[in-house]
């Protein structure tokens, strides 16, 4: 799940009181109630896919994941082998918290939408 302080009100000790922000996206949330079409957008802005790749030059707003494309394939797996060895690297074995809880472990992966446990 991704979230930014400033749309979801919550503070985390930082400077967000008094912003009309999370009264915006309060709405956003009331209208996804009854429009589809902004529960998928709120929903899109909620939730990342586990691999994202765009093309920054055609699509500066990141509106079409190419990470799913064919032709990318070659890609994105150079890409997550480099990841995979920098993490590594680092130590970081892909746990969300010190206590060995990985997202896609979680009752949220295929609630979300995001991903499959197979």
């Known amino acids: 799940m991704y979230g930014i302080a400033a749309v979801s009100g919550i503070d985390f000790g930082k400077h967000n009181r008094g912003s009309d922000v999370p009264k915006v996206y309060g709405s956003w949330l009331d209208s996804m109630k009854t429009d589809t079409h902004a529960a998928a957008l709120v929903k899109r802005y909620r939730f990342r896919p586990e691999f994202q790749l765009f093309d920054l030059t055609a699509d500066r707003w990141e509106m079409n994941n190419l990470a799913t494309n064919p032709e990318f394939g070659p890609t994105v797996r150079e890409l997550k082998s480099d990841i995979?060895?920098?993490?590594k690297q680092q130590g970081d074995d892909g746990h969300l918290t010190g206590e060995g809880i990985r997202y896609a472990d979680t009752e949220?992966?295929?609630?979300?939408?995001?991903?499959s446990k197979n």
């Open 84 to 87: 995979t060895a920098w993490m």
């Open 108 to 115: 949220f992966y295929e609630q979300d939408g995001v991903g």
